[in-house]
Structures are given as C-alpha cells and as structure tokens.
Nanobody
Framework: QVQLVESGGGLVQPGGSLRLSCAAS?????????MAWHRQAPGMQRELVADITSGGSTNYADSVKGRFTISSDKAKNTVHLQMSNLKPEDTAVYYC??????????WGQGTQVTVSS
C-alpha cells in the first residue's frame, strides 16, 4: 500500500500563488512510475491538472499551462505543484495521485484551494 499526504492548500487572492506538496509513504515506492495532481470543483468531474513520470516527462492541462509547474523529488518521494497567477476558476479540491508500476493507483485525501478576493 501507498499512503499520500497532501499539504499547502488554502485561500488566496486572484493573481496569487500557492505551492502544493504530496508525500508518499509505504511499500514499493521505488516502483512509482507517475505522480500527478487532479482537481475537482463542486458539481464537476475530477480532472487531470498535471503529471510527471519517473523519467521526468511532464504534462499539463491546457487551462494551467504557463501558470502551474509540477516537480518531484524521487529521493523524498514527494511531488509538488507550484501554482501562480491563480484564478477563481482554479478553486477546487486538489488530489495527489500516484501510479505504482502500471496498474496500481493511489489517491490522497485532497486539499482545498480557494481563489477569491
């Protein structure tokens, strides 16, 4: 099993920045092949925000390109999401997701991000 703990959410004004972090613990961490952030706004489906593979390749949703940056620290089994120029439409619960191998997926409990003046 893999446990994920997210941190860094909160309330921020439009145009502001936040940095989310997710720490993985448990077994088989060296087999992690992908780490990602998803988000879910009220009444909406959960969507992929960004992901990063064990090889360092990154992928972003069009809505966050140029504003968000995903990074990972393999030694610490952590993944971060630096969010800049935040907009009200970025308001959502953000979830960390990890893929171990190619079939095992794990989710964090989520952290709330609210962008409002």
């Amino acid at each position: 099993q893999v446990q994920l703990v997210e941190s860094g959410g909160g309330l921020v004004q439009p145009g502001g920045s936040l940095r989310l972090s997710c720490a993985a613990s448990g077994s088989g961490l060296t087999a992690i092949t992908r780490m990602a952030w998803h988000r879910q706004a009220p009444g909406m489906q959960r969507e992929l925000v960004a992901d990063i593979t064990s090889g360092g390749s990154t992928n972003y949703a069009d809505s966050v390109k140029g504003r968000f940056t995903i990074s990972s620290d393999k030694a610490k089994n952590t993944v971060h999401l630096q969010m800049s120029n935040l907009k009200p439409e970025d308001t959502a619960v953000y979830y960390c997701n990890v893929r171990r191998g190619f079939r095992d997926y794990y989710w964090g409990q989520g952290t709330q991000v609210t962008v409002s003046s």
